[in-house]
């Protein structure tokens, strides 16, 4: 599916957490995992180490790494290097923290915010210690147009990795219990349609859950089903800064005990 999965890291602990979801989703495909990190010249050697160490413990025996030498901004690097390479997936935690801290977190945003995507994005709640894609893929939408552009993504990653989808809708006090079920039976149908001639026509189960909080609802649903990667999109009306920093999506991915495989609509890159 994917012949390269991209991990950025910024010698910290929290930032290697991407590791071992990468590298699982690597070894399917017997696809290269990819470290990543803009340094200063003074920090090569220890980076360096420091990779070999976090990739050794993510069971990546001959990690590939790449220390991008540069005062320039992290984000414009990382960025080159993903374009120069278009059939790579990018796979990246949330926080991170140490004297490049700032590729992990504030960086991610423009990094999603100059691509579409997909990317999978691990938050501080992900189990990635024993991760492995035994459990669903935990498919959310709201019935917007937007969101219901992950429902291709899906299909494509439930028969990618063998992984039986499950379609949830949140209703809340703005969006009706009836109008999510109709979201819900039609993303769920649409999912079906998508997946019934696949090697693996898996049949989606679905819920619908009343919840003032989305995010939580879904995160939830996440650890109840026991999924391995929640998919969702991005969607909004003023880019990805109103989208993804503060909002349900972000919001989702720092809950979630599982990794996130999100994609952001091409009509929304800025």
Not at 65 to 79: D, E, G, H, M, Y
Not at 152 to 169: E, R
Request: glycine share 6%.
């Amino acid at each position: 599916m994917y012949d390269k999965l991209v991990v950025p890291l910024d010698g910290s602990d929290a930032a290697a957490r991407a590791l071992k979801p990468a590298a699982v989703l690597a070894a399917r495909y017997d696809a290269t995992v990819k470290i990543t990190a803009v340094v200063s010249p003074a920090f090569v050697p220890s980076m360096t180490k420091n990779a070999q160490i976090q990739a050794a413990e993510a069971g990546i025996d001959e990690p590939n790494i790449n220390l991008v030498v540069s005062t320039r901004p992290p984000a414009v690097q990382l960025l080159n290097a993903l374009d120069a390479e278009p059939t790579t997936l990018l796979c990246m935690a949330t926080t991170g923290r140490s004297h490049l801290g700032q590729v992990i977190g504030s960086v991610a945003e423009a990094i999603i915010r100059a691509r579409t995507g997909p990317f999978v994005l691990v938050g501080p709640k992900a189990a990635t210690p024993d991760y492995n894609l035994d459990g669903p893929l935990l498919v959310a939408t709201d019935g917007s147009a937007a969101a219901t552009e992950i429902i291709p993504l899906a299909a494509a990653w439930s028969t990618a990795y063998d992984m039986a989808p499950h379609v949830v809708t949140v209703s809340t006090p703005d969006f009706a219990y009836e109008s999510a079920r109709a979201a819900n039976a039609e993303a769920a149908g649409s999912l079906r349609d998508l997946l019934a001639d696949g090697p693996h026509p898996h049949t989606p189960t679905s819920s619908v859950i009343e919840a003032t909080s989305p995010a939580e609802a879904i995160a939830g649903e996440a650890s109840r089903i026991g999924a391995s990667l929640v998919a969702i999109t991005t969607h909004g009306r003023t880019g990805l800064a109103r989208v993804l920093l503060g909002s349900v999506a972000m919001d989702i991915v720092h809950r979630s005990p599982c990794p996130i495989l999100i994609h952001r609509p091409l009509r929304l890159r800025t």
